[in-house]
């Protein structure tokens, strides 16, 4: 009973931003490390973003320079701001989270994922 929604895709033009969010709600006791991930059309889906609950944070090279991890634990929320979009960047957008729901239950839960399209 733990879902996670994103939202905030959208289409841009190169260069242009945007600031995804991901939404946990349910039995949540505690949110531990979070991460956004992407997968383009034909691609496997790749780290884009990684986050604990301290904040230390970790990002792809290809990503690095232009996006930003964030997260609010007081609002089970993490976000993704996206700028200098590129082409490249064009994917399905995925938040992952490890979770300790309150039955003590350590869980992997996924969103159902958000599209982000960079026209170049």
């Known amino acids: 009973q733990v879902q996670l929604v994103e939202s905030g895709g959208g289409s841009v033009q190169a260069g242009g931003s945007l600031r995804l969010s991901c939404a946990a709600s349910?039995?949540?006791?505690?949110?531990?490390?979070m991460a956004w991930y992407r997968q383009a059309p034909g691609k496997q889906r790749e780290l884009v973003a990684g986050?604990?609950?301290?904040?230390?944070?970790n990002y792809a090279d290809s990503v690095k320079g232009r996006f930003t991890i964030s997260r609010d634990n007081a609002k089970n929320t993490m976000y993704l701001q996206m700028n200098s979009l590129k082409f490249e960047d064009t994917a399905v957008y995925y938040c992952?989270?490890?979770?300790?729901?309150?039955?003590?239950?350590?869980?992997?839960?996924w969103g159902q994922g958000t599209l982000v399209t960079v026209s170049s």
């Open positions: 349910g039995a949540i006791f505690r949110l531990d490390n």
């Open positions: 986050i604990t609950r301290g904040s230390s944070t």
């Open positions: 992952r989270a490890d979770v300790i729901t309150l039955t003590y239950r350590s869980l992997e839960v």
